[in-house]
């Protein structure tokens, strides 16, 4: 890679990066700008809730140290992307949108390799530099895994995954426009997404753990279904008894399910997370959550409908309908996710951080 001397920072004006820029990114990252830089990658933490790139900058670009966050690791390993594509000590090229909050901290979108590879490290990127890329892909499972998987198959009770990121498939959640109360609206308004529920380790509840982009399992227990979501290895029990009498208030609520032609019918109440999850939108403590999982004649697709129901918040019912698919050999892995002081995740936007 060709050192430009006397330039130290280069910023790019451009639209977003990616097609849907994720609302929780453009908080934290101007997406219309773009920082590059070259340096050696010094120290890199493969962990939850993103991966983070560590940058010794090259003189020609000012020769701090900065940090950089990209795609969170288990989404990048099933596309293709592992540890050692960027590793400790590589000579790079990068791109991505600096911070709104802190000094030398940027998202790392493109890497440039010494040998002329180009890795992309969101979904729905054209290469940068070089039409040499390493793109996200799904890749295939162990024969063995996927002979397994299909011999425990039964209804419903498998692994279920999303075709791609949530936000293109499940448009309306992510970028729905909702028809909210006065009050409902007000508050969203006055929200600071900088300490909203998706960041750090403090995890998804519901609804908003269902618009989830990583796979989730059903197991028969009983009178009992678990459903277990990786992201945050997050838990929710479906009581098939239809009793919620001595339901107890939590943020993943009480649900109970029935059986509906085929289809698993869930309610969800005593919900106490204050919010949707999105947006800053509410949740009152009545609100009341209504599900259908349908599953495919083929018993390959898993179709999704949800409905929420809460007079404070909507001046109607909103129904949002997605789907997973299900790929053979395809579990559910732990989160292992750690709080990392000073990523954007969990930055206080009051003082601007150097890289620890």
């Given at each position: 890679m060709r050192e430009r001397a006397g330039i130290y920072l280069v910023l790019i004006m451009l639209l977003p990066v990616g097609a849907a820029a994720h609302h929780s990114r453009a908080t934290?990252?101007?997406?219309?700008?773009?920082?590059?830089?070259?340096?050696?990658i010094t120290r890199?933490?493969?962990?939850?809730?993103?991966?983070?790139?560590?940058?010794?900058?090259?003189?020609?670009?000012?020769?701090?140290?900065?940090?950089?966050?990209?795609?969170?690791?288990?989404?990048?390993?099933?596309?293709?992307?592992s540890p050692d594509i960027?590793?400790?000590?590589?000579?790079?090229?990068?791109?991505?949108?600096?911070?709104?909050?802190a000094a030398n901290t940027m998202e790392v979108s493109?890497?440039?390799?010494?040998?002329?590879?180009?890795?992309?490290?969101?979904?729905?990127?054209?290469?940068r530099w070089t039409q040499n890329a390493v793109h996200r892909r799904t890749l295939g499972f162990d024969p063995e895994a996927v002979r397994a998987a299909e011999a425990a198959a039964r209804g419903i009770f498998r692994v279920w995954s999303r075709m791609g990121m949530a936000v293109a498939d499940w448009p309306q959640f992510w970028l729905g426009t909702y028809p909210l109360t006065e009050s409902a609206r007000a508050t969203a308004a006055a929200w600071d997404r900088a300490v909203?529920?998706?960041?750090?380790?403090?995890g998804k509840d519901m609804p908003w753990i269902m618009a989830s982009n990583w796979p989730f399992e059903f197991l028969e227990e009983?009178?009992?279904?678990?459903?277990?979501?990786?992201?945050?290895?997050?838990?929710r029990l479906i009581h098939?008894?239809?009793s919620a009498t001595e339901a107890v208030p939590?943020?993943?609520?009480?649900?109970t399910g029935r059986w509906d032609n085929g289809d698993l019918v869930v309610v969800t109440t005593h919900v106490n997370t204050g919010q949707m999850g999105r947006d800053g939108i509410p949740l009152s403590d009545d609100v009341e959550i209504r599900e259908r999982f349908s599953l495919s004649q083929d018993q390959r697709r898993l179709d999704y409908e949800m409905t929420i129901i809460d007079a404070a918040t909507f001046t109607e019912p909103v129904t949002m309908t997605s789907h997973w698919i299900w790929r053979p050999g395809e579990t559910v892995k732990p989160y292992n996710c750690i709080e990392t002081p000073g990523s954007w995740t969990t930055v206080n936007q009051s003082e601007f951080r150097s890289s620890p």
């Open positions: 934290f990252f101007d997406m219309d700008r773009i920082v590059e830089l070259e340096g050696e890199v933490q493969w962990r939850h809730p993103h991966v983070r790139y560590w940058l010794q900058a090259d003189p020609a670009y000012g020769g701090a140290e900065w940090e950089m966050e990209t795609t969170p690791p288990s989404l990048l390993e099933r596309q293709g992307i960027v590793a400790a000590g590589t000579r790079v090229r990068v791109a991505g949108p600096p911070s709104r909050f493109h890497v440039l390799l010494p040998d002329g590879r180009e890795v992309l490290l969101h979904t729905g990127l054209d290469p909203g529920t998706d960041v750090g380790c403090r009983g009178d009992t279904i678990r459903l277990l979501a990786e992201e945050f290895d997050r838990k098939l008894d239809g939590s943020p993943m609520g009480y649900s």
